[in-house]
């Protein structure tokens, strides 16, 4: 466990690790007084004029006398639901696009059949057959098509 | 996972009732602590009582603390206004009115005043466990020697050692434990084993 502990405090250890490790550094006094001393060795090789002594002892009676804290974790829960509120909007977004897009293509193609419909209907069987019937001898085909009839007329004739 | 991320760690253990997390806590950061306020109030017994109260204060501001920012960073802002307040309740001045910032404080320079006003006794007591550190320092093999010194004095990660030594990983976290279990060893009289040890 020693070494783990030196790992743990060079922050060497995979997350899962460590929360295995701080669980039993809770339980075994042992491991927590190893971590004290890896570290005041540290703060000696980094800073040996600012080493003082008396400190942990008196703050551990301080903090004995402190209400244990109960807070639900903050940052991770936080983060989840970020996430999730990012991704429901996301979706959200994207079915509203989807639903614009499929709105915006079917209605000009309803409307547009809609009124072919109508126009193909009435002014083909009774408008336009009859505008052009009622014109034909001053298109441009006229001539052939008054000739045609007038050939029939005199073949009937003979 | 590095050193932030085990600092989160053992904060969302304390704020879940875990005592002992934040107690790991105060063993990594109490000095770096206690020399920031020192560097205001410039009284050891002073900065002491302050640095415990600094402590207090952020272990009752837990719950607030939400990890945006590291641990250390949000404790040190916590030392300053402490040391600041105490200073202003005793119609004293900080040394420097509003450039005054934790990474500035944490660099200066001022050993003589931590020593001027310490008791005898601490002043010894500390002079030993600086003498058995260096010593046994000194009486570790090189491999052992250079990993623990790239380690706690350049700050380099296990990767860089490994790079710098030309060894494997695993070889480098192996000496650095072994360092530092050769020094713990001869600490450890010195430093005593009851539960609440003095350091």
Redesign the interface.
């Known amino acids: 466990m ?2 783990e502990i ?10 899962d690790e ?2 295995v490790l ?1 669980g039993k ?2 339980r075994q ?1 042992d491991g ?33 006398a ?1 209400p ?9 829960p ?1 983060r989840v639901k970020h996430y999730a509120l990012s991704a429901v909007a996301s979706v959200m977004a994207l079915a509203l696009v989807a639903w614009l897009s499929m709105q915006i293509g079917n209605e000009p193609a309803v409307q547009m059949a809609n009124i072919q419909q109508k126009n193909a209907v009435r002014p083909a069987a009774y408008q336009v057959n009859d505008y052009l019937m009622a014109h034909q001898e001053f298109s441009p085909s006229a001539d052939v098509q008054g000739a045609a009839t007038f050939i029939h007329t005199v073949a009937a004739k003979q | 996972m590095g050193d932030r991320e085990v600092d989160q760690q053992l904060v969302e253990r304390a704020q879940s009732g875990d005592k002992h997390a934040f107690g790991l806590l105060v063993s990594k950061y109490q000095r770096r602590l206690g020399r920031l306020i020192n560097r205001f109030v410039r009284n050891a017994a002073e900065a002491e009582d302050l640095t415990q109260e600094a402590f207090i204060k952020a272990y009752r501001a837990l719950p607030a603390f939400r990890g945006d920012s590291a641990f250390y960073t949000w404790l040190y802002r916590i030392g300053i206004n402490t040391a600041k307040n105490h200073l202003l309740a005793h119609g004293r001045r900080a040394p420097t009115s509003t450039s005054f910032d934790a990474e500035e404080a944490e660099n200066f320079e001022d050993a003589s005043l931590l020593h001027e006003v310490a008791t005898p006794e601490n002043e010894l007591m500390s002079k030993q466990v600086v003498a058995v550190v260096n010593a046994s320092l000194q009486q570790l093999p090189d491999d052992l020697r250079t990993a623990l010194t790239l380690r706690e004095i350049e700050g380099l990660s296990y990767e860089e050692i490994a790079s710098v030594m030309n060894c494997p990983i695993g070889t480098v976290r192996s000496r650095i434990f072994r360092a530092r279990e050769v020094v713990a060893t001869n600490l450890r009289p010195l430093l005593g084993t009851s539960e609440n040890n003095r350091w």
């Open positions: 020693k070494q030196s790992a743990l405090m060079d922050g060497e250890l995979f997350e460590a929360e701080l550094l809770k006094p927590s007084r190893d971590w004290a001393t890896y570290h005041l060795i540290g703060d000696v090789l980094r800073q040996p004029e600012h080493i003082r002594c008396g400190f942990t002892e008196s703050f551990h009676r301080r903090l004995q402190e244990t804290i109960l807070a639900p974790r903050q940052h991770k936080q």
